[in-house]
C-alpha cells in the first residue's frame, strides 16, 4: 500500500513539474541580443544555433548540420586567436545544462532559445571507448546519447565562458 502510494505521489509531483519553462526565464537567464548568459553555470550561448541569425526577436533561417569534425571547425572559425574564453563546442555536460525537462519538441526553453531544432546537436566530448563516437544531446526527447558516429550531420550550438 504505500509503495502505491509513494509511485501515485510521485506521479503527480511530476506531472506538476511539467510546465515549460520549469523555471522563469529571468532567473535562469539573462538575455543579451544574440547571447545568452546562463546564470547558472556562467556560461555565454549563442542563443542560435549555427546557421540561424538573431533578427532582434528570433532565429530567422536555417539550423545547418555538421559532422563533428566541422562542427569543431565551426567553433574554431568562430575563435580564429584560440582564445581560452571564445567560443567552442560545449562539453556534454554544458549542453545538457540547457534541458528542459518540463519543455518537449523542443526540450528547451524556446523564449530564451527560439527555433531550436527538435534534434540532436553535437558535444566536444568524444565517447572514451570509441574515437569514432561522441556524446551529443537531443533537443527532442531531452536525452544524452553516446551512440552518435562523429561523421553524421547534427546540429550546433556555441558556447563560450564568461570573460
Known amino acids: 500500500m504505500n509503495t502505491i502510494k509513494t509511485l501515485a505521489l ?10 515549460c519553462p520549469t523555471w522563469p526565464a529571468a532567473q535562469r537567464f539573462e538575455l543579451h541580443d544574440d547571447q545568452v548568459i546562463d546564470l547558472r553555470s556562467g556560461l555565454v550561448w549563442q542563443r542560435c544555433s549555427a546557421g540561424q541569425t538573431w533578427n532582434g526577436s528570433t ?12 562542427a ?4 574554431r572559425q568562430a575563435n580564429p586567436g584560440n582564445n581560452p574564453s571564445g567560443w567552442r563546442l ?24 527560439p527555433a531550436t531544432p527538435q534534434d540532436k546537436a553535437w558535444s566536444s566530448t568524444p565517447f572514451a ?15 544524452v546519447q553516446n551512440q552518435t558516429g562523429i561523421g553524421n550531420p547534427l546540429y550546433v550550438r556555441l558556447v ?3 570573460r
Open 129 to 143: 571507448q570509441r574515437p569514432n563516437i561522441a556524446w551529443t544531446v537531443d533537443f527532442a526527447d531531452s536525452y
Open 59 to 70: 532565429c530567422t533561417g536555417t539550423a545547418t548540420t555538421h559532422t563533428h569534425a566541422d
Open 90 to 113: 560545449p562539453q556534454v555536460k554544458e549542453l545538457a545544462s540547457l534541458l528542459d525537462m518540463g519543455c518537449r519538441l523542443p526540450a528547451i526553453d524556446a523564449s530564451v532559445f
Open 160 to 162: 563560450r565562458s564568461a
Open 10 to 19: 510521485l506521479a503527480v509531483a511530476c506531472n506538476a513539474h511539467a510546465a
Open 72 to 75: 569543431l571547425g565551426l567553433a
